[in-house]
């Protein structure tokens, strides 16, 4: 949400910049998440100024350029070349001097430099409205008042506004901070816990009043649950045109586009106030007859975005005698929107139902302004006195004439709130004893009213603007906010008490786990578990009916949970590559969900991705890319690290892999891993390598807490290395070459190790050559080169008889 610094000074008198307000902010709970300049004119027209032009002479060496001579002040007189067919001498100019930075319409900037213009020098630039940013004219340069001075910044004549405009990330709790009003209130509570005490200047609508009875628009209300109040007056003789400045100026700020005065007041109210308004063209209401009522489903309407919808039968709607125009609290209709032919207005102001609201939103994937508002909660008191606002600011800029008295329909009076607030509950929940005359002064700030007070606590009133605030502990947080977090001190007693818990514990597992892979240069992700529907296409093994659908998603992008780690792992390595971060090592621990006909189901994983280089280009390292065969070796090291061995391979059968194998005990699988097809990566805009594992975590965990872990000092004596490069049919695997290698020697054969292949020239056709070192070791005894060639010759014999194999 966008909070304009200047706008909040309308409200309240702030005694310190934008950074210490933002500061202030966001220790009141309404973190600041940055702060960013605004001017309404880009460059603030820095560096321009008037100029009076004391002569204007034919150019020598170009008939469509002028040389003048202009004084832009203190006694300084500049040659400057211009091609405006305008320019004569005696104006008063724009001028731009040397150093100053312009800006065309896309944004981009250039600067004025001294130069020559057809073998004559020019000091500056003499402007037109356009290239200034302060209209579209640029046939000729910008004539100004004859009576300015020569040198006076022209930014202090056009009334450039500077401001600072603060990024708040709103938490979905604080509806009674939608708005400038609303964050003004905080300031104030804030400001006062400081020992300052600000007056909060509240816009008046006194000088509110019908100045004629000749429109009137009757109003209905069918369902008073839906919308609880309902507010309607009626302007005439209205001139729809563009807004003032200092209107544009405020919406601008907060990223707004103006749009005409009419439209305009309704959205600075609403930003203002924080109470949404809709303007109607009363000339296009049919009958001069609102009904607020729900219509039968499939009914078809048409919003501002032209977009034709299809009603729900819970869709709350604006309708006249014939015809709906608008979904109520969320979108207007495209036949009933103000336009520069409307002399005639209905404001709407109204509470609607937040969670109708809501759903009507989310049913039709509508995010709007107003929703946003009517869907956490609104002020239902404030929905008069924003009405009166809104109307009178538009009676102010668009010269017309209130036509009709206010018709309030409000059917039941939304009550405040009663909390009773027990003081031995504020000092518990807070961890320090505050006085009791602090915790009614923060009250007061806050303008919750205390209706009695007692020896254990008091009675208290909460404004119906705070929504969020219905119980008990919900007040002690307020008045901890505002009395600072950052003012509690620290005991100096420290309680806890010691919990037995298992060291397989699950979180203590991806603890060890993610600790090694970060070591092994992998980064930790967090995915959504959100995902789309659609990418069930890319594997026969993701189905429809075993998703689960989300009641009322986000967005259709976000309308069902995952039922793979992949795609959510994809969109993350999209997302880094198309930010040229080609080189990506991530892993995550996560969820996978499925509803089968046997019952719905949560799955652990951990999933790792790799792509790219392995690791950082380095004088010292030798570059490569991150393989299958690297991964594996990540994959194996992490089971190591659990004591989880003897896993047997087989190849993967899941269709998300052009190639890949699977690691299973006797009873399920552990990890499943390979190269993701590249049909997958298309749809991800991906066009490098990525390798993919799965692990089934919940299994690992399990498979883990079976392992026995023991221990045995390093060996004091040498152990022994020796080769053998065989040559062997292409079908023949290391794991066979390992496997009856161990079984041949059981007791002294420590490690075996592929360190080289060979395929292609020299080599008969159908055979390839492995290099394989095998490492010996006696813990009681030095090994002599007798024992181990009598080994070696046994490993030589075996391999022979049973893989036919030759020595090279």
């Keep these: 949400m966008k909070i304009s610094y200047n706008w909040l000074k309308q409200f309240i008198k702030l005694?310190?910049?934008?950074?210490?307000?933002?500061?202030?902010?966001?220790?009141?709970?309404?973190?600041?998440?940055?702060?960013?300049?605004?001017?309404?004119?880009?460059?603030?027209?820095?560096?321009?100024?008037?100029g009076h032009?004391?002569?204007?002479?034919?150019?020598?060496?170009?008939?469509?350029?002028?040389?003048?001579?202009?004084?832009?002040?203190?006694?300084?007189?500049?040659?400057?070349v211009c091609g405006a067919p305008n320019i004569g001498a005696g104006q008063k100019v724009p001028v731009a001097t040397i150093g100053t930075v312009l800006y065309d319409k896309t944004g981009e900037s250039w600067e004025i430099k001294k130069g020559k213009i057809r073998g004559e020098a020019s000091y500056g630039m003499i402007c037109s409205e356009k290239e200034l940013g302060l209209g579209q004219s640029h046939e000729g340069i910008m004539v100004m008042d004859n009576e300015l001075v020569p040198g006076t910044p022209v930014a202090e004549i056009f009334e450039v506004e500077n401001d600072d405009v603060f990024e708040i990330g709103l938490t979905p709790n604080r509806a009674d901070a939608m708005s400038h009003w609303g964050v003004a209130r905080d300031l104030k509570a804030g400001y006062q816990q400081k020992g300052q005490q600000l007056e909060l200047i509240t816009p008046s609508v006194s000088s509110f009043h019908v100045d004629s009875r000749s429109l009137k628009i009757q109003i209905k209300v069918e369902d008073s649950n839906l919308a609880p109040r309902y507010c309607g007056v009626t302007l005439s003789d209205v001139k729809v045109t563009e807004s003032p400045k200092w209107l544009k100026?405020?919406?601008?700020?907060?990223?707004?586009?103006?749009?005409?005065?009419?439209?305009?007041?309704?959205?600075?109210?609403?930003?203002?106030?924080?109470?949404?308004?809709?303007?109607?063209?009363?000339?296009?209401?049919?009958?001069?007859?609102?009904?607020?009522?729900?219509?039968?489903?499939?009914?078809?309407?048409?919003?501002?975005?032209?977009?034709?919808?299809?009603?729900?039968?819970?869709?709350?709607?604006?309708?006249?005698?014939?015809?709906?125009?608008?979904?109520?609290?969320?979108?207007?209709?495209?036949?009933?929107?103000?336009?520069?032919?409307?002399?005639?207005?209905?404001?709407?102001?109204?509470?609607?139902?937040?969670?109708s609201v809501r759903k009507t939103a989310k049913r039709h994937g509508l995010n709007t302004d107003a929703s946003f508002r009517f869907e956490r909660g609104i002020d239902p008191t404030s929905v008069e006195y924003a009405l009166k606002r809104a109307a009178l600011l538009i009676k102010e800029i668009s010269g017309g004439e209130i036509t009709s008295d206010i018709d309030d329909l409000y059917f039941k009076k939304i009550e405040d709130f009663q909390v009773f607030l027990t003081f031995e509950k504020v000092n518990k929940l807070i961890g320090e004893n505050l006085a009791k005359e602090t915790i009614k002064s923060i009250l007061a700030s806050l303008e919750i009213r205390v209706n009695n007070v007692t020896e254990t606590g008091m009675g208290l009133t909460i404004p119906s603007y705070r929504v969020d605030v219905q119980r008990e502990s919900d007040v002690i947080e307020e008045i901890l906010r505002v009395y600072g977090y950052n003012n509690i001190k620290f005991g100096d007693k420290l309680s806890l008490s010691v919990a037995n818990s298992s060291k397989f514990e699950d979180y203590k597992v991806q603890n060890l786990i993610a600790s090694?892979?970060?070591?092994?240069?992998?980064?930790?992700?967090?995915?959504?578990?959100?995902?789309?529907?659609?990418?069930?296409?890319?594997?026969?093994?993701?189905?429809?009916?075993?998703?689960?659908?989300?009641?009322?998603p986000l967005s259709q992008d976000l309308g069902v949970l995952r039922q793979s780690m992949l795609f959510s792992g994809l969109e993350t390595l999209s997302y880094n590559i198309n930010r040229k971060r080609n080189n990506v090592k991530v892993f995550e621990f996560g969820k996978t969900y499925h509803s089968y006909v046997s019952g719905r189901e949560e799955n652990k994983h951990l999933s790792l991705f790799l792509t790219g280089q392995r690791m950082a280009e380095s004088w010292n390292s030798v570059p490569g890319?991150?393989?299958?065969?690297?991964?594996?070796?990540?994959?194996?090291?992490?089971?190591?690290?659990?004591?989880?061995?003897?896993?047997?391979?087989?190849?993967?059968?899941?269709?998300?892999?052009?190639?890949?194998?699977?690691?299973?005990?006797?009873?399920?699988?552990?990890?499943?891993?390979?190269?993701?097809?590249?049909?997958?990566?298309?749809?991800?805009?991906?066009?490098?390598?990525?390798?993919?594992?799965?692990?089934?975590?919940?299994?690992?965990?399990?498979?883990?807490?079976?392992?026995?872990?023991s221990f045995s000092p390093i060996p004091k004596y040498p152990s022994m290395r020796r080769d053998f490069a065989l040559l062997l049919d292409n079908s023949v695997s290391y794991d066979e070459i390992e496997q009856i290698a161990h079984q041949t020697e059981?007791?002294?054969?420590?490690?075996?190790?592929?360190?080289?292949?060979?395929?292609?020239?020299?080599?008969?056709?159908?055979?390839k050559s492995y290099a394989i070192s095998f490492v010996f070791q006696d813990e009681n005894k030095t090994l002599t080169d007798k024992q181990v060639d009598k080994m070696m010759s046994k490993l030589q014999h075996r391999f022979e008889k049973e893989l036919k194999a030759e020595l090279r």
């Design 15 to 50: 005694p310190e910049n934008a950074e210490k307000t933002g500061e202030l902010l966001t220790d009141l709970g309404l973190e600041v998440e940055g702060i960013t300049s605004f001017q309404s004119i880009k460059g603030g027209l820095k560096g321009v100024v008037v």
């Design 516 to 552: 090694q892979l970060i070591g092994q240069g992998f980064y930790e992700t967090m995915a959504n578990s959100l995902t789309s529907a659609e990418y069930n296409e890319l594997s026969e093994e993701l189905k429809d009916e075993y998703q689960v659908d989300i009641l009322n």
């Design 249 to 355: 100026n405020r919406l601008k700020a907060i990223g707004i586009t103006p749009k005409n005065n009419v439209v305009d007041a309704t959205n600075y109210v609403m930003h203002e106030l924080g109470q949404p308004l809709h303007a109607f063209d009363a000339g296009k209401i049919a009958g001069n007859e609102i009904n607020v009522k729900t219509l039968k489903a499939g009914t078809k309407f048409t919003t501002l975005d032209e977009v034709e919808r299809e009603l729900h039968e819970e869709d709350l709607m604006i309708c006249d005698a014939e015809k709906p125009l608008c979904i109520a609290g969320v979108f207007g209709g495209i036949s009933s929107g103000v336009t520069e032919s409307t002399t005639q207005v209905f404001l709407e102001s109204a509470y609607f139902n937040p969670v």
């Design 746 to 767: 059981k007791k002294l054969l420590r490690e075996v190790n592929l360190f080289d292949v060979y395929e292609g020239k020299n080599l008969p056709e159908g055979k």
């Design 53 to 80: 032009v004391l002569s204007c002479d034919k150019h020598p060496n170009a008939d469509k350029l002028q040389l003048t001579r202009v004084n832009i002040g203190n006694g300084e007189e500049v040659q400057i």
């Design 625 to 709: 890319n991150g393989n299958f065969f690297y991964l594996k070796g990540v994959i194996n090291s992490i089971f190591q690290k659990l004591g989880i061995n003897n896993l047997k391979a087989k190849a993967a059968k899941s269709d998300i892999f052009s190639e890949g194998i699977q690691l299973n005990t006797k009873k399920a699988r552990l990890v499943e891993f390979g190269v993701v097809r590249k049909s997958i990566l298309k749809k991800f805009d991906i066009d490098q390598e990525v390798i993919f594992a799965d692990f089934n975590w919940q299994e690992v965990l399990e498979m883990t807490k079976t392992q026995k872990m």
